[in-house]
């Protein structure tokens, strides 16, 4: 009787220490994010993107491609000054543990199986950058499914570091109806490469 109310006494402790460092991450990351309107964008972007898709008419797809085009570049734009903003945090504030699931203050307890946010995000900045400015010369649709890629991954980071891995994947799956791995095999080489080295994924 004593041990299991021991065991209980640690999973509830465990329970209450886990949601205090997820509230601590949450508010970290959304007084930042709260400076911009890079959610909105995001939303504004896939929704033009699905729109454009089924338009029939040739002239009108390209009117709507045109004007997804600044929608875009402001995306990219309030992300780069974000990771900049970001990059300022003290490194002990910006990791992220690489264990599946939330165990509290893991990355200060195992600072070797963590990863520093601030550099997802540059990686991040440099991908969404890099395919909005279209170097590569992919066509409109090809762009529009490797920036939502580049997005959607900067998505599960986020909720990564607030949550787990395993809580961001759910949420990218059921929002998205896409897996973490679809989308890690979309985004351009040079973020998948950068983003895998730095994560260990």
């Not at 949601?19 to 964008?41: F, P, V």
């Not at 003290?90 to 699931?101: H, L, N, Q, W, Y």
């Amino acid at each position: 009787m004593e041990s299991l109310t021991l065991v209980a006494l640690i999973v509830i402790g465990a329970y209450i220490l886990k949601s205090r460092d997820q509230r601590q991450r949450i508010a970290l990351l959304g007084s930042h994010l709260g400076n911009y309107q890079i959610e909105k964008l995001m939303e504004n972007l896939t929704e033009g993107y699905l729109r454009c898709l089924g338009e029939d008419d040739p002239a009108r797809r390209e009117q709507i491609w045109a004007l997804l085009d600044s929608t875009e570049e402001k995306l990219s734009a309030q992300f780069d000054s974000f990771a900049a903003e970001f990059s300022r945090l003290d490194e002990s504030e910006a990791r992220v543990s690489k264990f599946p699931v939330a165990i509290p203050y893991a990355h200060r307890l195992f600072p070797g199986a963590s990863f520093d946010l601030r550099k997802a995000f540059a990686i991040h900045a440099r991908g969404i950058s890099d395919v909005m400015k279209n170097g590569a010369g992919r066509s409109p649709k090809a762009k529009a499914f490797t920036l939502s890629a580049e997005l959607f991954l900067m998505q599960h980071t986020c909720h990564w570091f607030c949550k787990s891995k395993t809580v961001a994947s759910a949420r990218m799956l059921a929002r998205h109806k896409t897996s973490y791995q679809q989308v890690l095999d979309a985004v351009s080489p040079q973020t998948r490469n950068a983003y895998r080295e730095l994560t260990g994924q």
